[in-house]
């Protein structure tokens, strides 16, 4: 262990960092498992057993008779051992459910919380060379006292038995579990959160494992399944004076050494006599250890911190956030340790005093030994009882509560411009709607169109969040992609005085655009390829940019900006970043409208008109962070989106069916065939390589093109008087006869 005096605060993050596994590392091989298991289930777990714990497992469920038996392999003291120690964890967890909850809060409306028990939860129990069987207790007791439906418990088989450790089994009897399966690491959590022919999934997966099985709980997070919190290796901090025996001290931090060589041991303590006392002990019980070489290791990178002053050993300890914390203190103040515990703000579990050993917290005191690592202490709890419940707060209104508190709700709920929030309360209170001059007799094409359009997009948004993965408030609906272009320029910069970046050759709206406000533009030409030249719009950045503007992939071009690219922008300039990603779904690699939950400057434009389909319907949309959203609305006229627009684009995005992606999927064969088929006409100089809808084509003569497909009826877009464009045509793809059509008219047949 290494010796610190005193260190100074400006030392202290050092001091408690941690050392940290980088689950990245871990996972793709936890992808490769646990994707193979929600394919191929009971094979795929048979399969990853047989490889990482040499076992042959025909079915993983232990069946019943096998459990039953358990319990009879056990001597009499480890049985009644399991019982004293459940019996302390089932009192001290009953004792932590929640009182009902229920208030008035003004006449007539009642709220109330009720908490219901997690219906399906998995259990964790690491085997090996330390089957933690008080694990199940600590777990499997707090699960059935909650009230769970169903507990699976997984771990990992014996190689002599192709069981889990009988220890394991008979514990799990013991708190009433018939489900156990001996499936350990990766795989067990792959079964738990997928499911497979034997084991159905779980709603929420608890406990501890290594950093295969920590990397694949994170995973099974991703795919809607709770777990408690992340494991890492065991840690205790003793915080002590020179009445603290240096014997129990020692015995103390080699009961966590011994967990692991990365187990973390500190020492914080008043005395520095105290330090050579403990290290002397240190010496002599390590010696006759069975796990000496785990525990020296541990104690190689272990700490002993001596501070003068209690204050700071207290103040540092909390700063660690230790998972299991000793304070031996006596000051000859009968009230010592308990006016030390009311200090600590951080830890996972405390124990007070000579007598109280951290091992007791471990097997049998009646608190959890599941408990927060790496200095998480300090910010999320132990497992209880409430990690295997959810709570939910209920409320009731009657009709005259309604009326007194509809003036506070609809207040605040038009000034955050949720104006259908509002309106669920007033159309409760007023059902016939004479305020806004419509025509009360209906309209001829029925429905609701003569009233006007919700001014939110309230449904449309809903619809496009769910699609996009955001939140609603980070998203604008407009009248077509041009309107947010608009907007987007009015809405943040300032007249006469804010310049725009602008990357041509690009779509002509964000010159337009930026004209009607008044912005000047400031042009940052593309380089060979069409590629974007990021050192370029760097340098063109000043005080006075306040925006710059990328379309990717570009039109008329078709080339993709790479997402490093607008990284760079927003990292290496303090402008805002509008990415049109008017034509993103033809591309691959190339969508970044995951970065706006992470991106404050960041703004990206998507469209239903290209790959849905919609043009017709003019419905763009706008996504970024709620700030900017919330200059747009300010300056966004109200009804700008119809009501049959939001219903369709709504209907669109909810019932596609996979629709969209099917189309997109031809439009790309349509592209590569059509591009193949321009390359071996004459009058074609370069098709440039697209990730839209379109190619941009170089002719020898643009003009002549233009006019042979102009004959036959064909209408294409030449681009050849913008910047770096001489000669260019851009060439929507269309269908198989549309295209061919091209062809022949550009060779010149009839």
Not at 34 to 42: A, E, K, L, P, S
Not at 708 to 717: M, P
Request: charged share 25%; proline share 5%; hydrophobic share 40%.
């Amino acid at each position: 262990m290494k010796t610190i005096i005193n260190p100074p605060r400006e030392r202290w993050m050092s001091l408690t960092r941690r050392p940290v596994a980088d689950p990245e590392a871990l996972w793709s091989d936890v992808a490769v498992i646990m994707d193979d298991v929600r394919q191929r289930g009971d094979a795929a777990v048979r399969r990853w057993t047989r490889q990482f714990d040499d076992v042959d497992i025909v079915t993983s469920r232990v069946p019943d008779d096998v459990l039953q038996r358990s319990s009879s392999m056990l001597d009499a003291d480890t049985i009644t051992a399991m019982r004293t120690a459940a019996g302390n964890i089932r009192t001290f967890h009953n004792a932590q459910r929640r009182p009902a909850v229920e208030v008035e809060t003004m006449p007539g409306l009642i709220c109330r919380m009720e908490t219901r028990p997690i219906d399906a939860v998995g259990l964790y129990i690491p085997g090996g060379s330390a089957p933690l069987c008080s694990t199940v207790l600590m777990l499997a007791i707090p699960a059935v006292e909650a009230g769970c439906g169903r507990i699976v418990i997984c771990s990992p088989p014996d190689p002599s038995t192709g069981r889990p450790d009988v220890s394991i089994m008979a514990a799990a009897v013991l708190c009433g579990i018939r489900e156990v399966h001996a499936i350990g690491g990766v795989q067990a959590i792959a079964a738990l959160t997928y499911g497979t022919e034997s084991v159905k999934p779980v709603k929420k997966i608890l406990g501890p494992g290594n950093a295969w099985v920590t990397a694949a709980k994170q995973r099974a997070s991703l795919y809607g399944v709770a777990i408690d919190l992340p494991a890492g290796p065991s840690e205790v901090l003793v915080l002590c004076d020179e009445t603290a025996d240096a014997e129990s001290v020692a015995a103390d931090l080699l009961a966590q050494a011994e967990h692991g060589a990365d187990s973390q041991v500190v020492l914080v303590t008043t005395s520095a006599a105290s330090v050579e006392r403990t290290y002397k002990a240190l010496d002599e019980q390590l010696a006759i250890l069975p796990r000496k070489d785990i525990a020296g290791r541990a104690l190689e990178h272990g700490l002993a911190i001596v501070f003068d002053d209690r204050a700071e050993a207290i103040a540092f300890t909390n700063d660690y956030a230790p998972e299991h914390l000793i304070v031996i203190m006596d000051d000859g103040d009968p009230d010592c340790l308990e006016q030390v515990c009311g200090r600590i703000t951080a830890a996972g579990s405390v124990f007070l005093g000579p007598y109280t050993p951290e091992s007791l917290g471990d097997y049998a005191s009646g608190t959890n030994h599941t408990l927060p690592t790496g200095g998480w202490a300090g910010r999320v709890s132990g497992v209880t009882l409430d990690s295997f419940c959810v709570t939910m707060t209920v409320q009731r209104a009657t009709e005259s509560a309604l009326q007194a508190i509809a003036p506070t709700v609809t207040t605040l709920a038009r000034t955050e411009r949720l104006e259908a929030h509002a309106r669920a309360v007033t159309r409760r209170l007023t059902p016939i709607s004479l305020n806004a001059n419509e025509n009360a007799f209906g309209s001829p094409y029925g429905d609701d169109l003569h009233r006007y359009p919700d001014p939110a997009c309230t449904d449309l948004r809903q619809a496009l969040g769910r699609y996009y993965g955001l939140p609603t408030d980070r998203i604008v609906c407009g009248n077509g992609s041009d309107e947010l272009i608009d907007l987007a320029i009015r809405a943040l910069c300032e007249p006469r005085r804010d310049v725009v970046v602008n990357t041509p050759p690009t779509f002509v709206m964000y010159d337009r655009c930026a004209a009607a406000s008044k912005v000047d533009v400031r042009n940052v030409r593309r380089m060979d390829g069409f590629a974007l030249d990021v050192d370029g719009i760097i340098a063109a950045v000043d005080e006075s940019v306040r925006m710059i503007i990328v379309c990717s992939p570009n039109n008329p071009t078709g080339n993709v900006s790479p997402l490093d690219d607008v990284l760079r922008l927003l990292r290496e300039t303090s402008a805002y970043v509008v990415v049109d990603h008017a034509y993103v779904e033809f591309a691959e690699d190339a969508d970044c409208t995951s970065m706006i939950m992470n991106e404050d400057r960041l703004i990206v434009l998507r469209t239903l008109s290209k790959a849905w389909g919609l043009a017709g319907l003019r419905c763009g949309v706008l996504l970024a962070h709620p700030d900017v959203v919330h200059a747009i609305d300010a300056i966004r006229a109200p009804f700008n989106v119809s009501s049959m627009t939001q219903r369709m684009a709504a209907d669109a995005i909810r019932h596609h069916g996979g629709t969209m992606e099917k189309t997109v999927q031809a439009i790309g064969d349509e592209r590569n065939w059509l591009a193949s088929q321009l390359m071996l006409l004459d009058d074609v100089v370069d098709v440039h390589p697209s990730s839209a809808n379109f190619l941009f084509v170089r002719m020898r003569d643009a003009d002549r093109a233009t006019s042979l497909l102009e004959r036959r009826g064909i209408l294409v877009r030449s681009r050849t008087d913008d910047i770096d464009c001489v000669g260019h045509l851009r060439i929507t793809v269309g269908t198989r006869e549309q295209n061919v059509q091209v062809i022949d008219a550009l060779r010149g047949e009839r």
